[in-house]
């Protein structure tokens, strides 16, 4: 990888991403955190500063990791992507060296598959999709991107699901069913019918 990689956040899911990063055997050159103190570390990686140190980089120059992560009533890791998507900055995909991705599936840029995780054959991930630790995608899953799908999820067979949706932890998807946009999923929930856009499913 010729270009150096910026990981932006300095909370818990960049010391994730910077670890991942590293089981490929990439070294990121610097986070990116407006509210870090340049010169602090996180794994060992200098915080370089905010976002103008940034912008000092030309887009084609740079990779950028996501390194802010999600929560059921935060998405600033799907808005942070866009701000500077919109600038002409490319994100890099990011995959755990311990994952387990078909070759036979797609992911998309910014997407990130967390140790341990599974992508099986003909599973679409879309840009900007986090698959947490441990979790079960399984054959022609489709995700559209954004979505946040946390630790020790299993997505059977033939899953859809829309974007900027929140799966949460230990939540189970049945085969064929279908997921809207905007939708929270509670953790150890069983999903064995369709929700539609915005939904909220919180039983387990």
Known sequence: MSKPIYVLGAGGHAKVIIDALQSQGLTPSGVVDPVA????????IEVIGGDDVLQ?????????????GAT????VNAK???????????FINVRHASAIVSVHAQAHEGSQIMAGAVVQASAVIGAG????????????CVIGQHCFIAPSVTMCGGVQVGERTFIGAGAVLLPGVRVGSNVLIAANAVVDADVADGGCLLRA
Do not use: C, E, M
């Not at 999709?129 to 022609?140: L, Q």
């Open 37 to 44: 103190q340049p010169g602090d570390k996180v794994l060992g």
């Open 56 to 68: 000092s980089f030309a887009p084609d120059s740079v990779w950028l990791a996501n390194g802010v």
């Open 72 to 75: 059921p009533k935060s998405r």
């Open 80 to 90: 942070l992507f866009a701000i500077w998507r919109d600038k002409g900055y490319r």
């Open 129 to 140: 999709v986090v698959v947490n630790t441990g979790a079960r995608i399984d054959h022609d």
